[in-house]
């Protein structure tokens, strides 16, 4: 999904003179479908804060990395999500992240995108005892103000109430390009057809956990992805905002 520039003023403009805005907003998706992104760039348009909670995930998942908790004993790692706390802050200047996050007070934004990590954060994530604390978490921050929040799982279980719910989504050649990409800019060394297969791998455990599993809500409006760039995917959610104000 490039990256494009051109009618940016024209969407500032635009906003200015929009309808107050839905006050929770939920942005689902699979794997490398810009959820993040788009979820981030929405905030910004709107004045929102913005949560990423697939971060707290992989905060739980470094944490279990660091303190020597083996990502198949989901009763460790249950007792370690519910022993954390994890902290959401902005995205520090120039950071690469939608938002800054501290395990027990410490910062470890940087940490969080470890191959490691990478590789064991879908199987922490279909753990129930994890997911039912960092949900409990998710609705504490989202009651708290407004709120732009993505995920897996924002518009079906953490907020199935949320005034507006996308779900953005795109073909796995489509989001493999787009993760190999932002590997690269990272210097990560890795092939493409790597990062597709560990894509599929990924889809699978988040589609087939009995807990919470990837699926769009029943009145989530789906954005395809396919071709479009950053600017037009967000025009089309501003658009949604809009309409839902």
Same mark, same amino acid.
């Given at each position: 999904m490039g990256d494009s520039v051109a009618g940016l003023e024209a969407l500032d403009s635009s906003a200015e003179s929009r309808r107050p805005a839905?006050?929770?907003?939920?942005?689902?998706?699979?794997?490398?479908?810009?959820?993040?992104?788009i979820g981030r760039r929405l905030a910004e348009k709107l004045?929102? !804060?913005f949560l990423d909670t697939g971060l707290m995930y992989r905060a739980v998942t470094l944490a279990a990395r660091e303190r020597g908790v083996d990502t198949n004993d989901a009763r460790g790692l249950?007792? /370690?999500? @519910?022993?954390? *706390?994890?902290?959401?802050?902005p995205a520090a !200047?120039?950071?690469? &992240?939608?938002?800054?996050?501290?395990?027990d007070g410490k910062d470890v934004t940087s940490q969080l995108r470890r191959p490691d990590v990478e590789d064991a954060v879908s199987l922490v994530s279909r753990v129930q005892g994890v997911? =039912?604390?960092?949900v409990r978490?998710?609705? &504490?921050?989202?009651?708290?103000? !407004?709120?732009v929040m993505a995920g897996r799982d924002i518009g079906t279980v953490v907020l199935p109430d949320a005034d507006l719910k996308m779900y953005l989504d795109a073909s796995i050649g489509e989001r493999a390009r787009r993760r190999h990409a932002e590997f690269s800019h990272q210097g990560r060394a890795v092939t =493409?057809?790597?990062? /597709? =297969?560990? /894509? *599929? *791998?990924?889809?699978?455990?988040?589609s087939e956990r009995t807990v919470s599993?990837?699926? !769009?809500?029943? @009145?989530?409006?789906?954005? &395809?992805?396919?071709?479009l760039s950053q600017q037009e995917v967000l025009r089309r959610a501003l658009q949604l905002v809009d309409g839902a104000s």
């Open positions: 839905p006050h929770v907003i939920a942005v689902d998706g699979s794997a490398a479908s810009g959820k993040s992104t004045g929102y !804060p249950t007792r /370690l999500a @519910d022993s954390i *706390r994890i902290g959401v802050g !200047p120039h950071s690469a &992240e939608t938002c800054s996050i501290t395990i997911r =039912e604390a960092l978490q998710q609705r &504490e921050i989202a009651g708290q103000q !407004p709120m =493409e057809q790597i990062v /597709l =297969e560990d /894509l *599929r *791998r990924r889809d699978q455990i988040d599993p990837l699926r !769009p809500a029943d @009145d989530a409006i789906i954005i &395809e992805t396919d071709g």
